[in-house]
Nanobody
Framework: VQLQASGGGLVQAGGSLRLSCTAS????????MGWFRQAPGKEREFVTS????????VYADNVQGRFTISRDNAKNTVYLQMNSLKPEDTAVYYC?????????????????WGQGTQVTVSS
């Protein structure tokens, strides 16, 4: 499975961006998916995940209430709507496909990773 992430860019604090991640084949529609991010000099951290049906979502505390994950299995695509962006949200954002029907916070659950898309939030 190949994952193609898009939608990153430069935005001012308080602004919004919507990331998309499309998988190369339908395998992803039976699997949980997630978003992680990695800022310069920091470890990759969990952002959010969604189960295969899209009815169970998990968010990191620092994005809860500002970010929303969703998916369209017909399009093999997962989305990340990011609102009220802060400079500390600046990072490369990676999408990933879980080994399981759920996803969750644990990186070990994920098998396939996208190439990442840069999000930069200016103050």
């Amino acid at each position: 499975v190949q994952l193609q992430a898009s939608g990153g860019g430069l935005v001012q604090a308080g602004g919004s961006l919507r990331l998309s991640c499309t998988a190369s084949r339908r395998t992803s529609s039976n699997n949980g998916m997630g978003w992680f991010r990695q800022a310069p000099g920091k470890e990759r951290e969990f952002v959010t995940s969604i189960n295969w049906r899209g009815d169970s979502k998990v968010y990191a505390d620092n994005v809860q209430g500002r970010f929303t994950i969703s998916r369209d299995n017909a399009k093999n695509t997962v989305y990340l709507q990011m609102n009220s962006l802060k400079p500390e949200d600046t990072a490369v954002y990676y999408c990933a496909v879980s080994l399981f029907s759920y996803a969750g916070r644990d990186r070990a659950n994920y098998r396939y990773w996208g190439q990442g898309t840069q999000v930069t939030v200016s103050s």
